[in-house]
């Protein structure tokens, strides 16, 4: 039998909750419903399961027994930059900046490319 990508069940769950606890503050909300349940259903599509608790029920239960392992695990990218490490051009490594990315995965805010282009 074939399983699922154990970082993808791990990402589509975080999601979830993401999601789950937006719906929690604003249930009115159709956008937000709507993301909520795509990722409810893609849960359950990947499960192999009828409902979203069942879904989050044996995610959650595949999760323990598989633990994810980091792709990289000493830290660094393929390109030597990391948490700690510089890029190429001598700036900072994204990673070392706060996670600024939605629960549907899109980053928030203006990029350097952005910023670039209203400051140049």
């Not at 549907?104 to 952005?114: E, I, L």
């Amino acid at each position: 039998m074939l399983l699922p990508d154990r970082h993808l069940v791990a990402d589509l769950l975080a999601r979830y909750r993401a999601w789950e606890r937006l719906v929690l503050v604003d249930p009115l909300d159709v956008t937000t419903r709507r993301r909520f349940e795509d990722v409810a259903y893609t849960l359950c599509v990947l499960m192999g399961q009828r409902t979203a608790r069942e879904a989050i029920w044996q995610a959650e239960a595949y999760l323990r027994r598989i633990r994810p392992v980091p792709i990289f695990p000493d830290g660094t990218e393929p390109d030597g930059t990391g948490p700690n490490r510089t890029g190429s051009d001598g700036t900072a490594s994204d990673r070392t900046r706060p996670d600024r990315t939605r629960p549907d995965g899109r980053r928030a805010g203006r990029t350097r490319a952005d910023a670039a282009r209203a400051d140049g």
